[in-house]
Structures are given as C-alpha cells and as structure tokens.
C-alpha cells in the first residue's frame, strides 16, 4: 500500500494550509520563499486538488474515482465530491474527536476499533450514510489513543451534520454535509475544471 511519508508541517507549508487542519497543534516558524513567477491557472488547479488529497489523504486513483462519482450524482460535481470525501469512515471518526488526526482515525479504523451500526468496519474509505452510529467498539473504549483523542478534542466543535455522546463513545449522522457545513478551504470547482480537461 502507498503511504505519503512527506513531514506534515512541510506539506502543509507548501500547500498553504493551516496544522490546525490537520489535527495539529505545531506551528513551523521557517519563514517561505517567496515566489518570483505568478501561478498559472493549471498551478492553481493542481494545488487545490493536492490539497484536497493531503487533507483526506487519499491516493490519485481513488481521488478520480470518488470524481468520478461526484459527477454521475445530481447537483454541483464540486459541492458533491466534497461531500464525498468528508463521508468517508475515517474523516468522520476524525470530526467526531475519537482520533486526533485523520491519519490517527485511519489507522484506528483499520484496527477494527470501530463499529458502524454495530458491526465492525475496517474499511477507513467505507461511505456512512444519514442515520448511521458511529461507535467506538466495546473492547477499544479503554485505549490509550482514543482517551487521549478525546482529551485533546474537547476544544474542537463537532460539526452540525454530527451528532456525539461522549459518554457513550459514539456518534450520530444525522444527515450528508453540504458544502456550507464544510469548514475546508479548498475550492473544488477547481479541481472540477482540471478533470474536465
């Protein structure tokens, strides 16, 4: 399996984006080259599609197909395949605050320490759907990561399209985020353009 081992805060550095972002609280004091040429518009598309990928930490054929999916779906393909991406199991157990980053809840998902429904998944791409409980499996609610993840989450606010009971270890989804309950920058328009290409 292909794992991208670049350090985060340089990526993030590189890519414009906030640790925050990413479940870190390190901040890189190295000040940035400035850039002599100006972006082109392919520069541009390019960059908000690797930023998207580095977020999600998804690899480029599975990023096409989920753009592949946006577009069969009703409605606007960008809005559609940011929806996507933040469906996807480990993103959610991430904004739930049951892993403090999402390469954390990656690798808690792929440990089976997590149910869907009541039923262990150990897929971290698997879609939740509106309705489904997301829970912290019975014989992983005394791990160190998951207690330190809800330690270091309490500041972090649950988004509206989640619901948790912390004392229970689980989450609600009450519905499919739309583009507005997304708090990512990341113009997917762009990415859309670049495909469509």
């Not at 906030?18 to 400035?34: A, C, F, L, T, Y």
């Not at 409980?133 to 330690?151: C, H, Q, S, W």
């Amino acid at each position: 399996m292909a794992v991208d081992r670049t350090p985060v805060l340089k990526r993030c550095r590189q890519l414009g984006i906030d640790p925050v972002v990413m479940g870190i609280n390190k901040e890189s004091h190295r000040q940035p080259k400035q850039r002599r040429r100006q972006e082109s518009e392919y520069g541009t598309q390019l960059r908000e599609k690797q930023k998207a990928k580095f977020i999600y930490g998804v690899l480029e054929k599975q990023f096409r197909s989920y753009y592949k999916l946006a577009l069969k779906r009703e409605g606007i393909t960008g809005d559609n395949l940011m929806t996507i991406l933040e469906s996807r199991l480990d993103n959610v157990v991430f904004r739930l605050g049951f892993a403090r980053t999402r390469k954390e809840a990656r690798q808690t998902v792929l440990h089976g320490h997590i149910t869907v429904n009541g039923h262990r998944v150990d897929i971290p791409s698997y879609q939740v759907k509106a309705g489904d409980v997301v829970a912290v499996a019975p014989k992983a609610k005394d791990l160190l990561p998951i207690k330190e993840a809800l330690i270091s989450s309490e500041h972090m606010a649950v988004p509206a399209w989640l619901e948790v009971d912390i004392e229970k270890l689980q989450g609600t989804v009450l519905q499919l985020p739309n583009r507005d309950q997304i708090d990512l920058d990341i113009d997917a328009q762009l990415i859309v353009e670049l495909y469509s290409k």
